[in-house]
């Protein structure tokens, strides 16, 4: 069977993006997404029409599920101009349930992220002081010194699976603050290396960065692919909620392949 795609990236995180959910979703993932054998990306889109409102079904590159912020911000992209959506504001399901998008330019959307829950500040694991949100992922956030020269694969390995996240284990992103905002680099699980950019990494990055009192919405995000904009509200009891990505999110090239 011949399967026609779509590269896309969202500040870096790139993806393969498709119409329609053939069997063995997983292991397509794990080819296409293979860097030496296959088209190389850090996840899968899939993208279904459904009764209501289209659906995005995410994969790793390992082809486990999951929610992607920066893939869900690709998958806004596909939807307008495949045609599938009408208008420049408009939602659609993925795992984490109903999400809002907006298209802001020809390549740069913004998403409404799920509501995040569970922070835990100062947390301790593998000798770390770090923190803990879930914005669709689970992240552990973890503020260190000399981030450029930083051993993100090593130390990211030794937390992404540590016990304190157990079982679902845990993104890792490790961020400094600068004049301007945060700067980030993410280990991610299912991708299990340091990736471009992970958008539910800068939003829980910048959410830790503002309980800690470090910053104000929005948040300016560097990223190894580029910035993001986080922008979030607060309520009464000093919870988040309202959180929106915005970045550059667009189409690299088109292509098929057997399966």
């Known amino acids: 069977m ?5 590269k896309m990236s969202g500040a870096g995180n790139d993806f393969v993006a498709f119409a329609g959910l053939p069997g063995r979703a997983g292991a397509l993932a794990k080819r296409l997404c293979d860097r030496r054998g296959g088209v190389g990306a850090d996840g899968l889109l ?16 390992d082809g486990s599920t999951a929610f992607c912020g920066n893939g869900s911000r690709c ?3 596909w939807l307008h101009a495949r045609g599938w959506v009408k208008g420049r504001s408009f939602s659609f399901d993925t795992k984490e349930g109903l999400v809002e998008a907006r298209l802001i330019g020809p390549e740069r959307a ?6 995040p ?17 879930d914005t669709g992922v689970p992240h552990a956030v973890v503020p260190v010194s000399g981030l450029e020269s930083f051993s993100v694969l090593k130390e990211g390995r030794a937390l992404r699976r540590h016990k304190a996240f157990a079982p679902a284990g845990a993104n890792v992103d490790f961020i400094s603050y600068v004049k301007d905002g945060l700067r980030l680099r993410t280990y991610e699980r299912g991708v299990e290396d340091e990736t471009q950019a992970c958008g539910t990494g800068a939003a829980a990055s ?3 960065a503002a309980a800690l009192g470090r910053v104000k919405s929005p948040v300016s995000v560097a990223v190894n692919g580029g910035t993001l904009r986080v922008s979030f509200a607060r309520k009464s009891d000093g919870s988040f909620t309202d959180v929106w990505l915005e970045g550059p999110a667009g189409f690299v090239f088109s292509g098929a392949i057997e399966f």
């Open 2 to 6: 011949k399967i026609s795609f779509d």
């Open 46 to 61: 899939v993208l279904e029409r459904g009764a209501l409102r289209p659906r995005l079904s995410y994969f790793n590159a």
């Open 75 to 77: 998958a806004a992209m």
């Open 110 to 115: 913004a998403l409404r992220l799920p509501e």
């Open 117 to 133: 829950k569970g922070l835990r500040l100062n947390l301790k694991a593998a000798g770390r002081k770090l923190h803990f949100i």
């Open 206 to 208: 910048a959410i830790v």
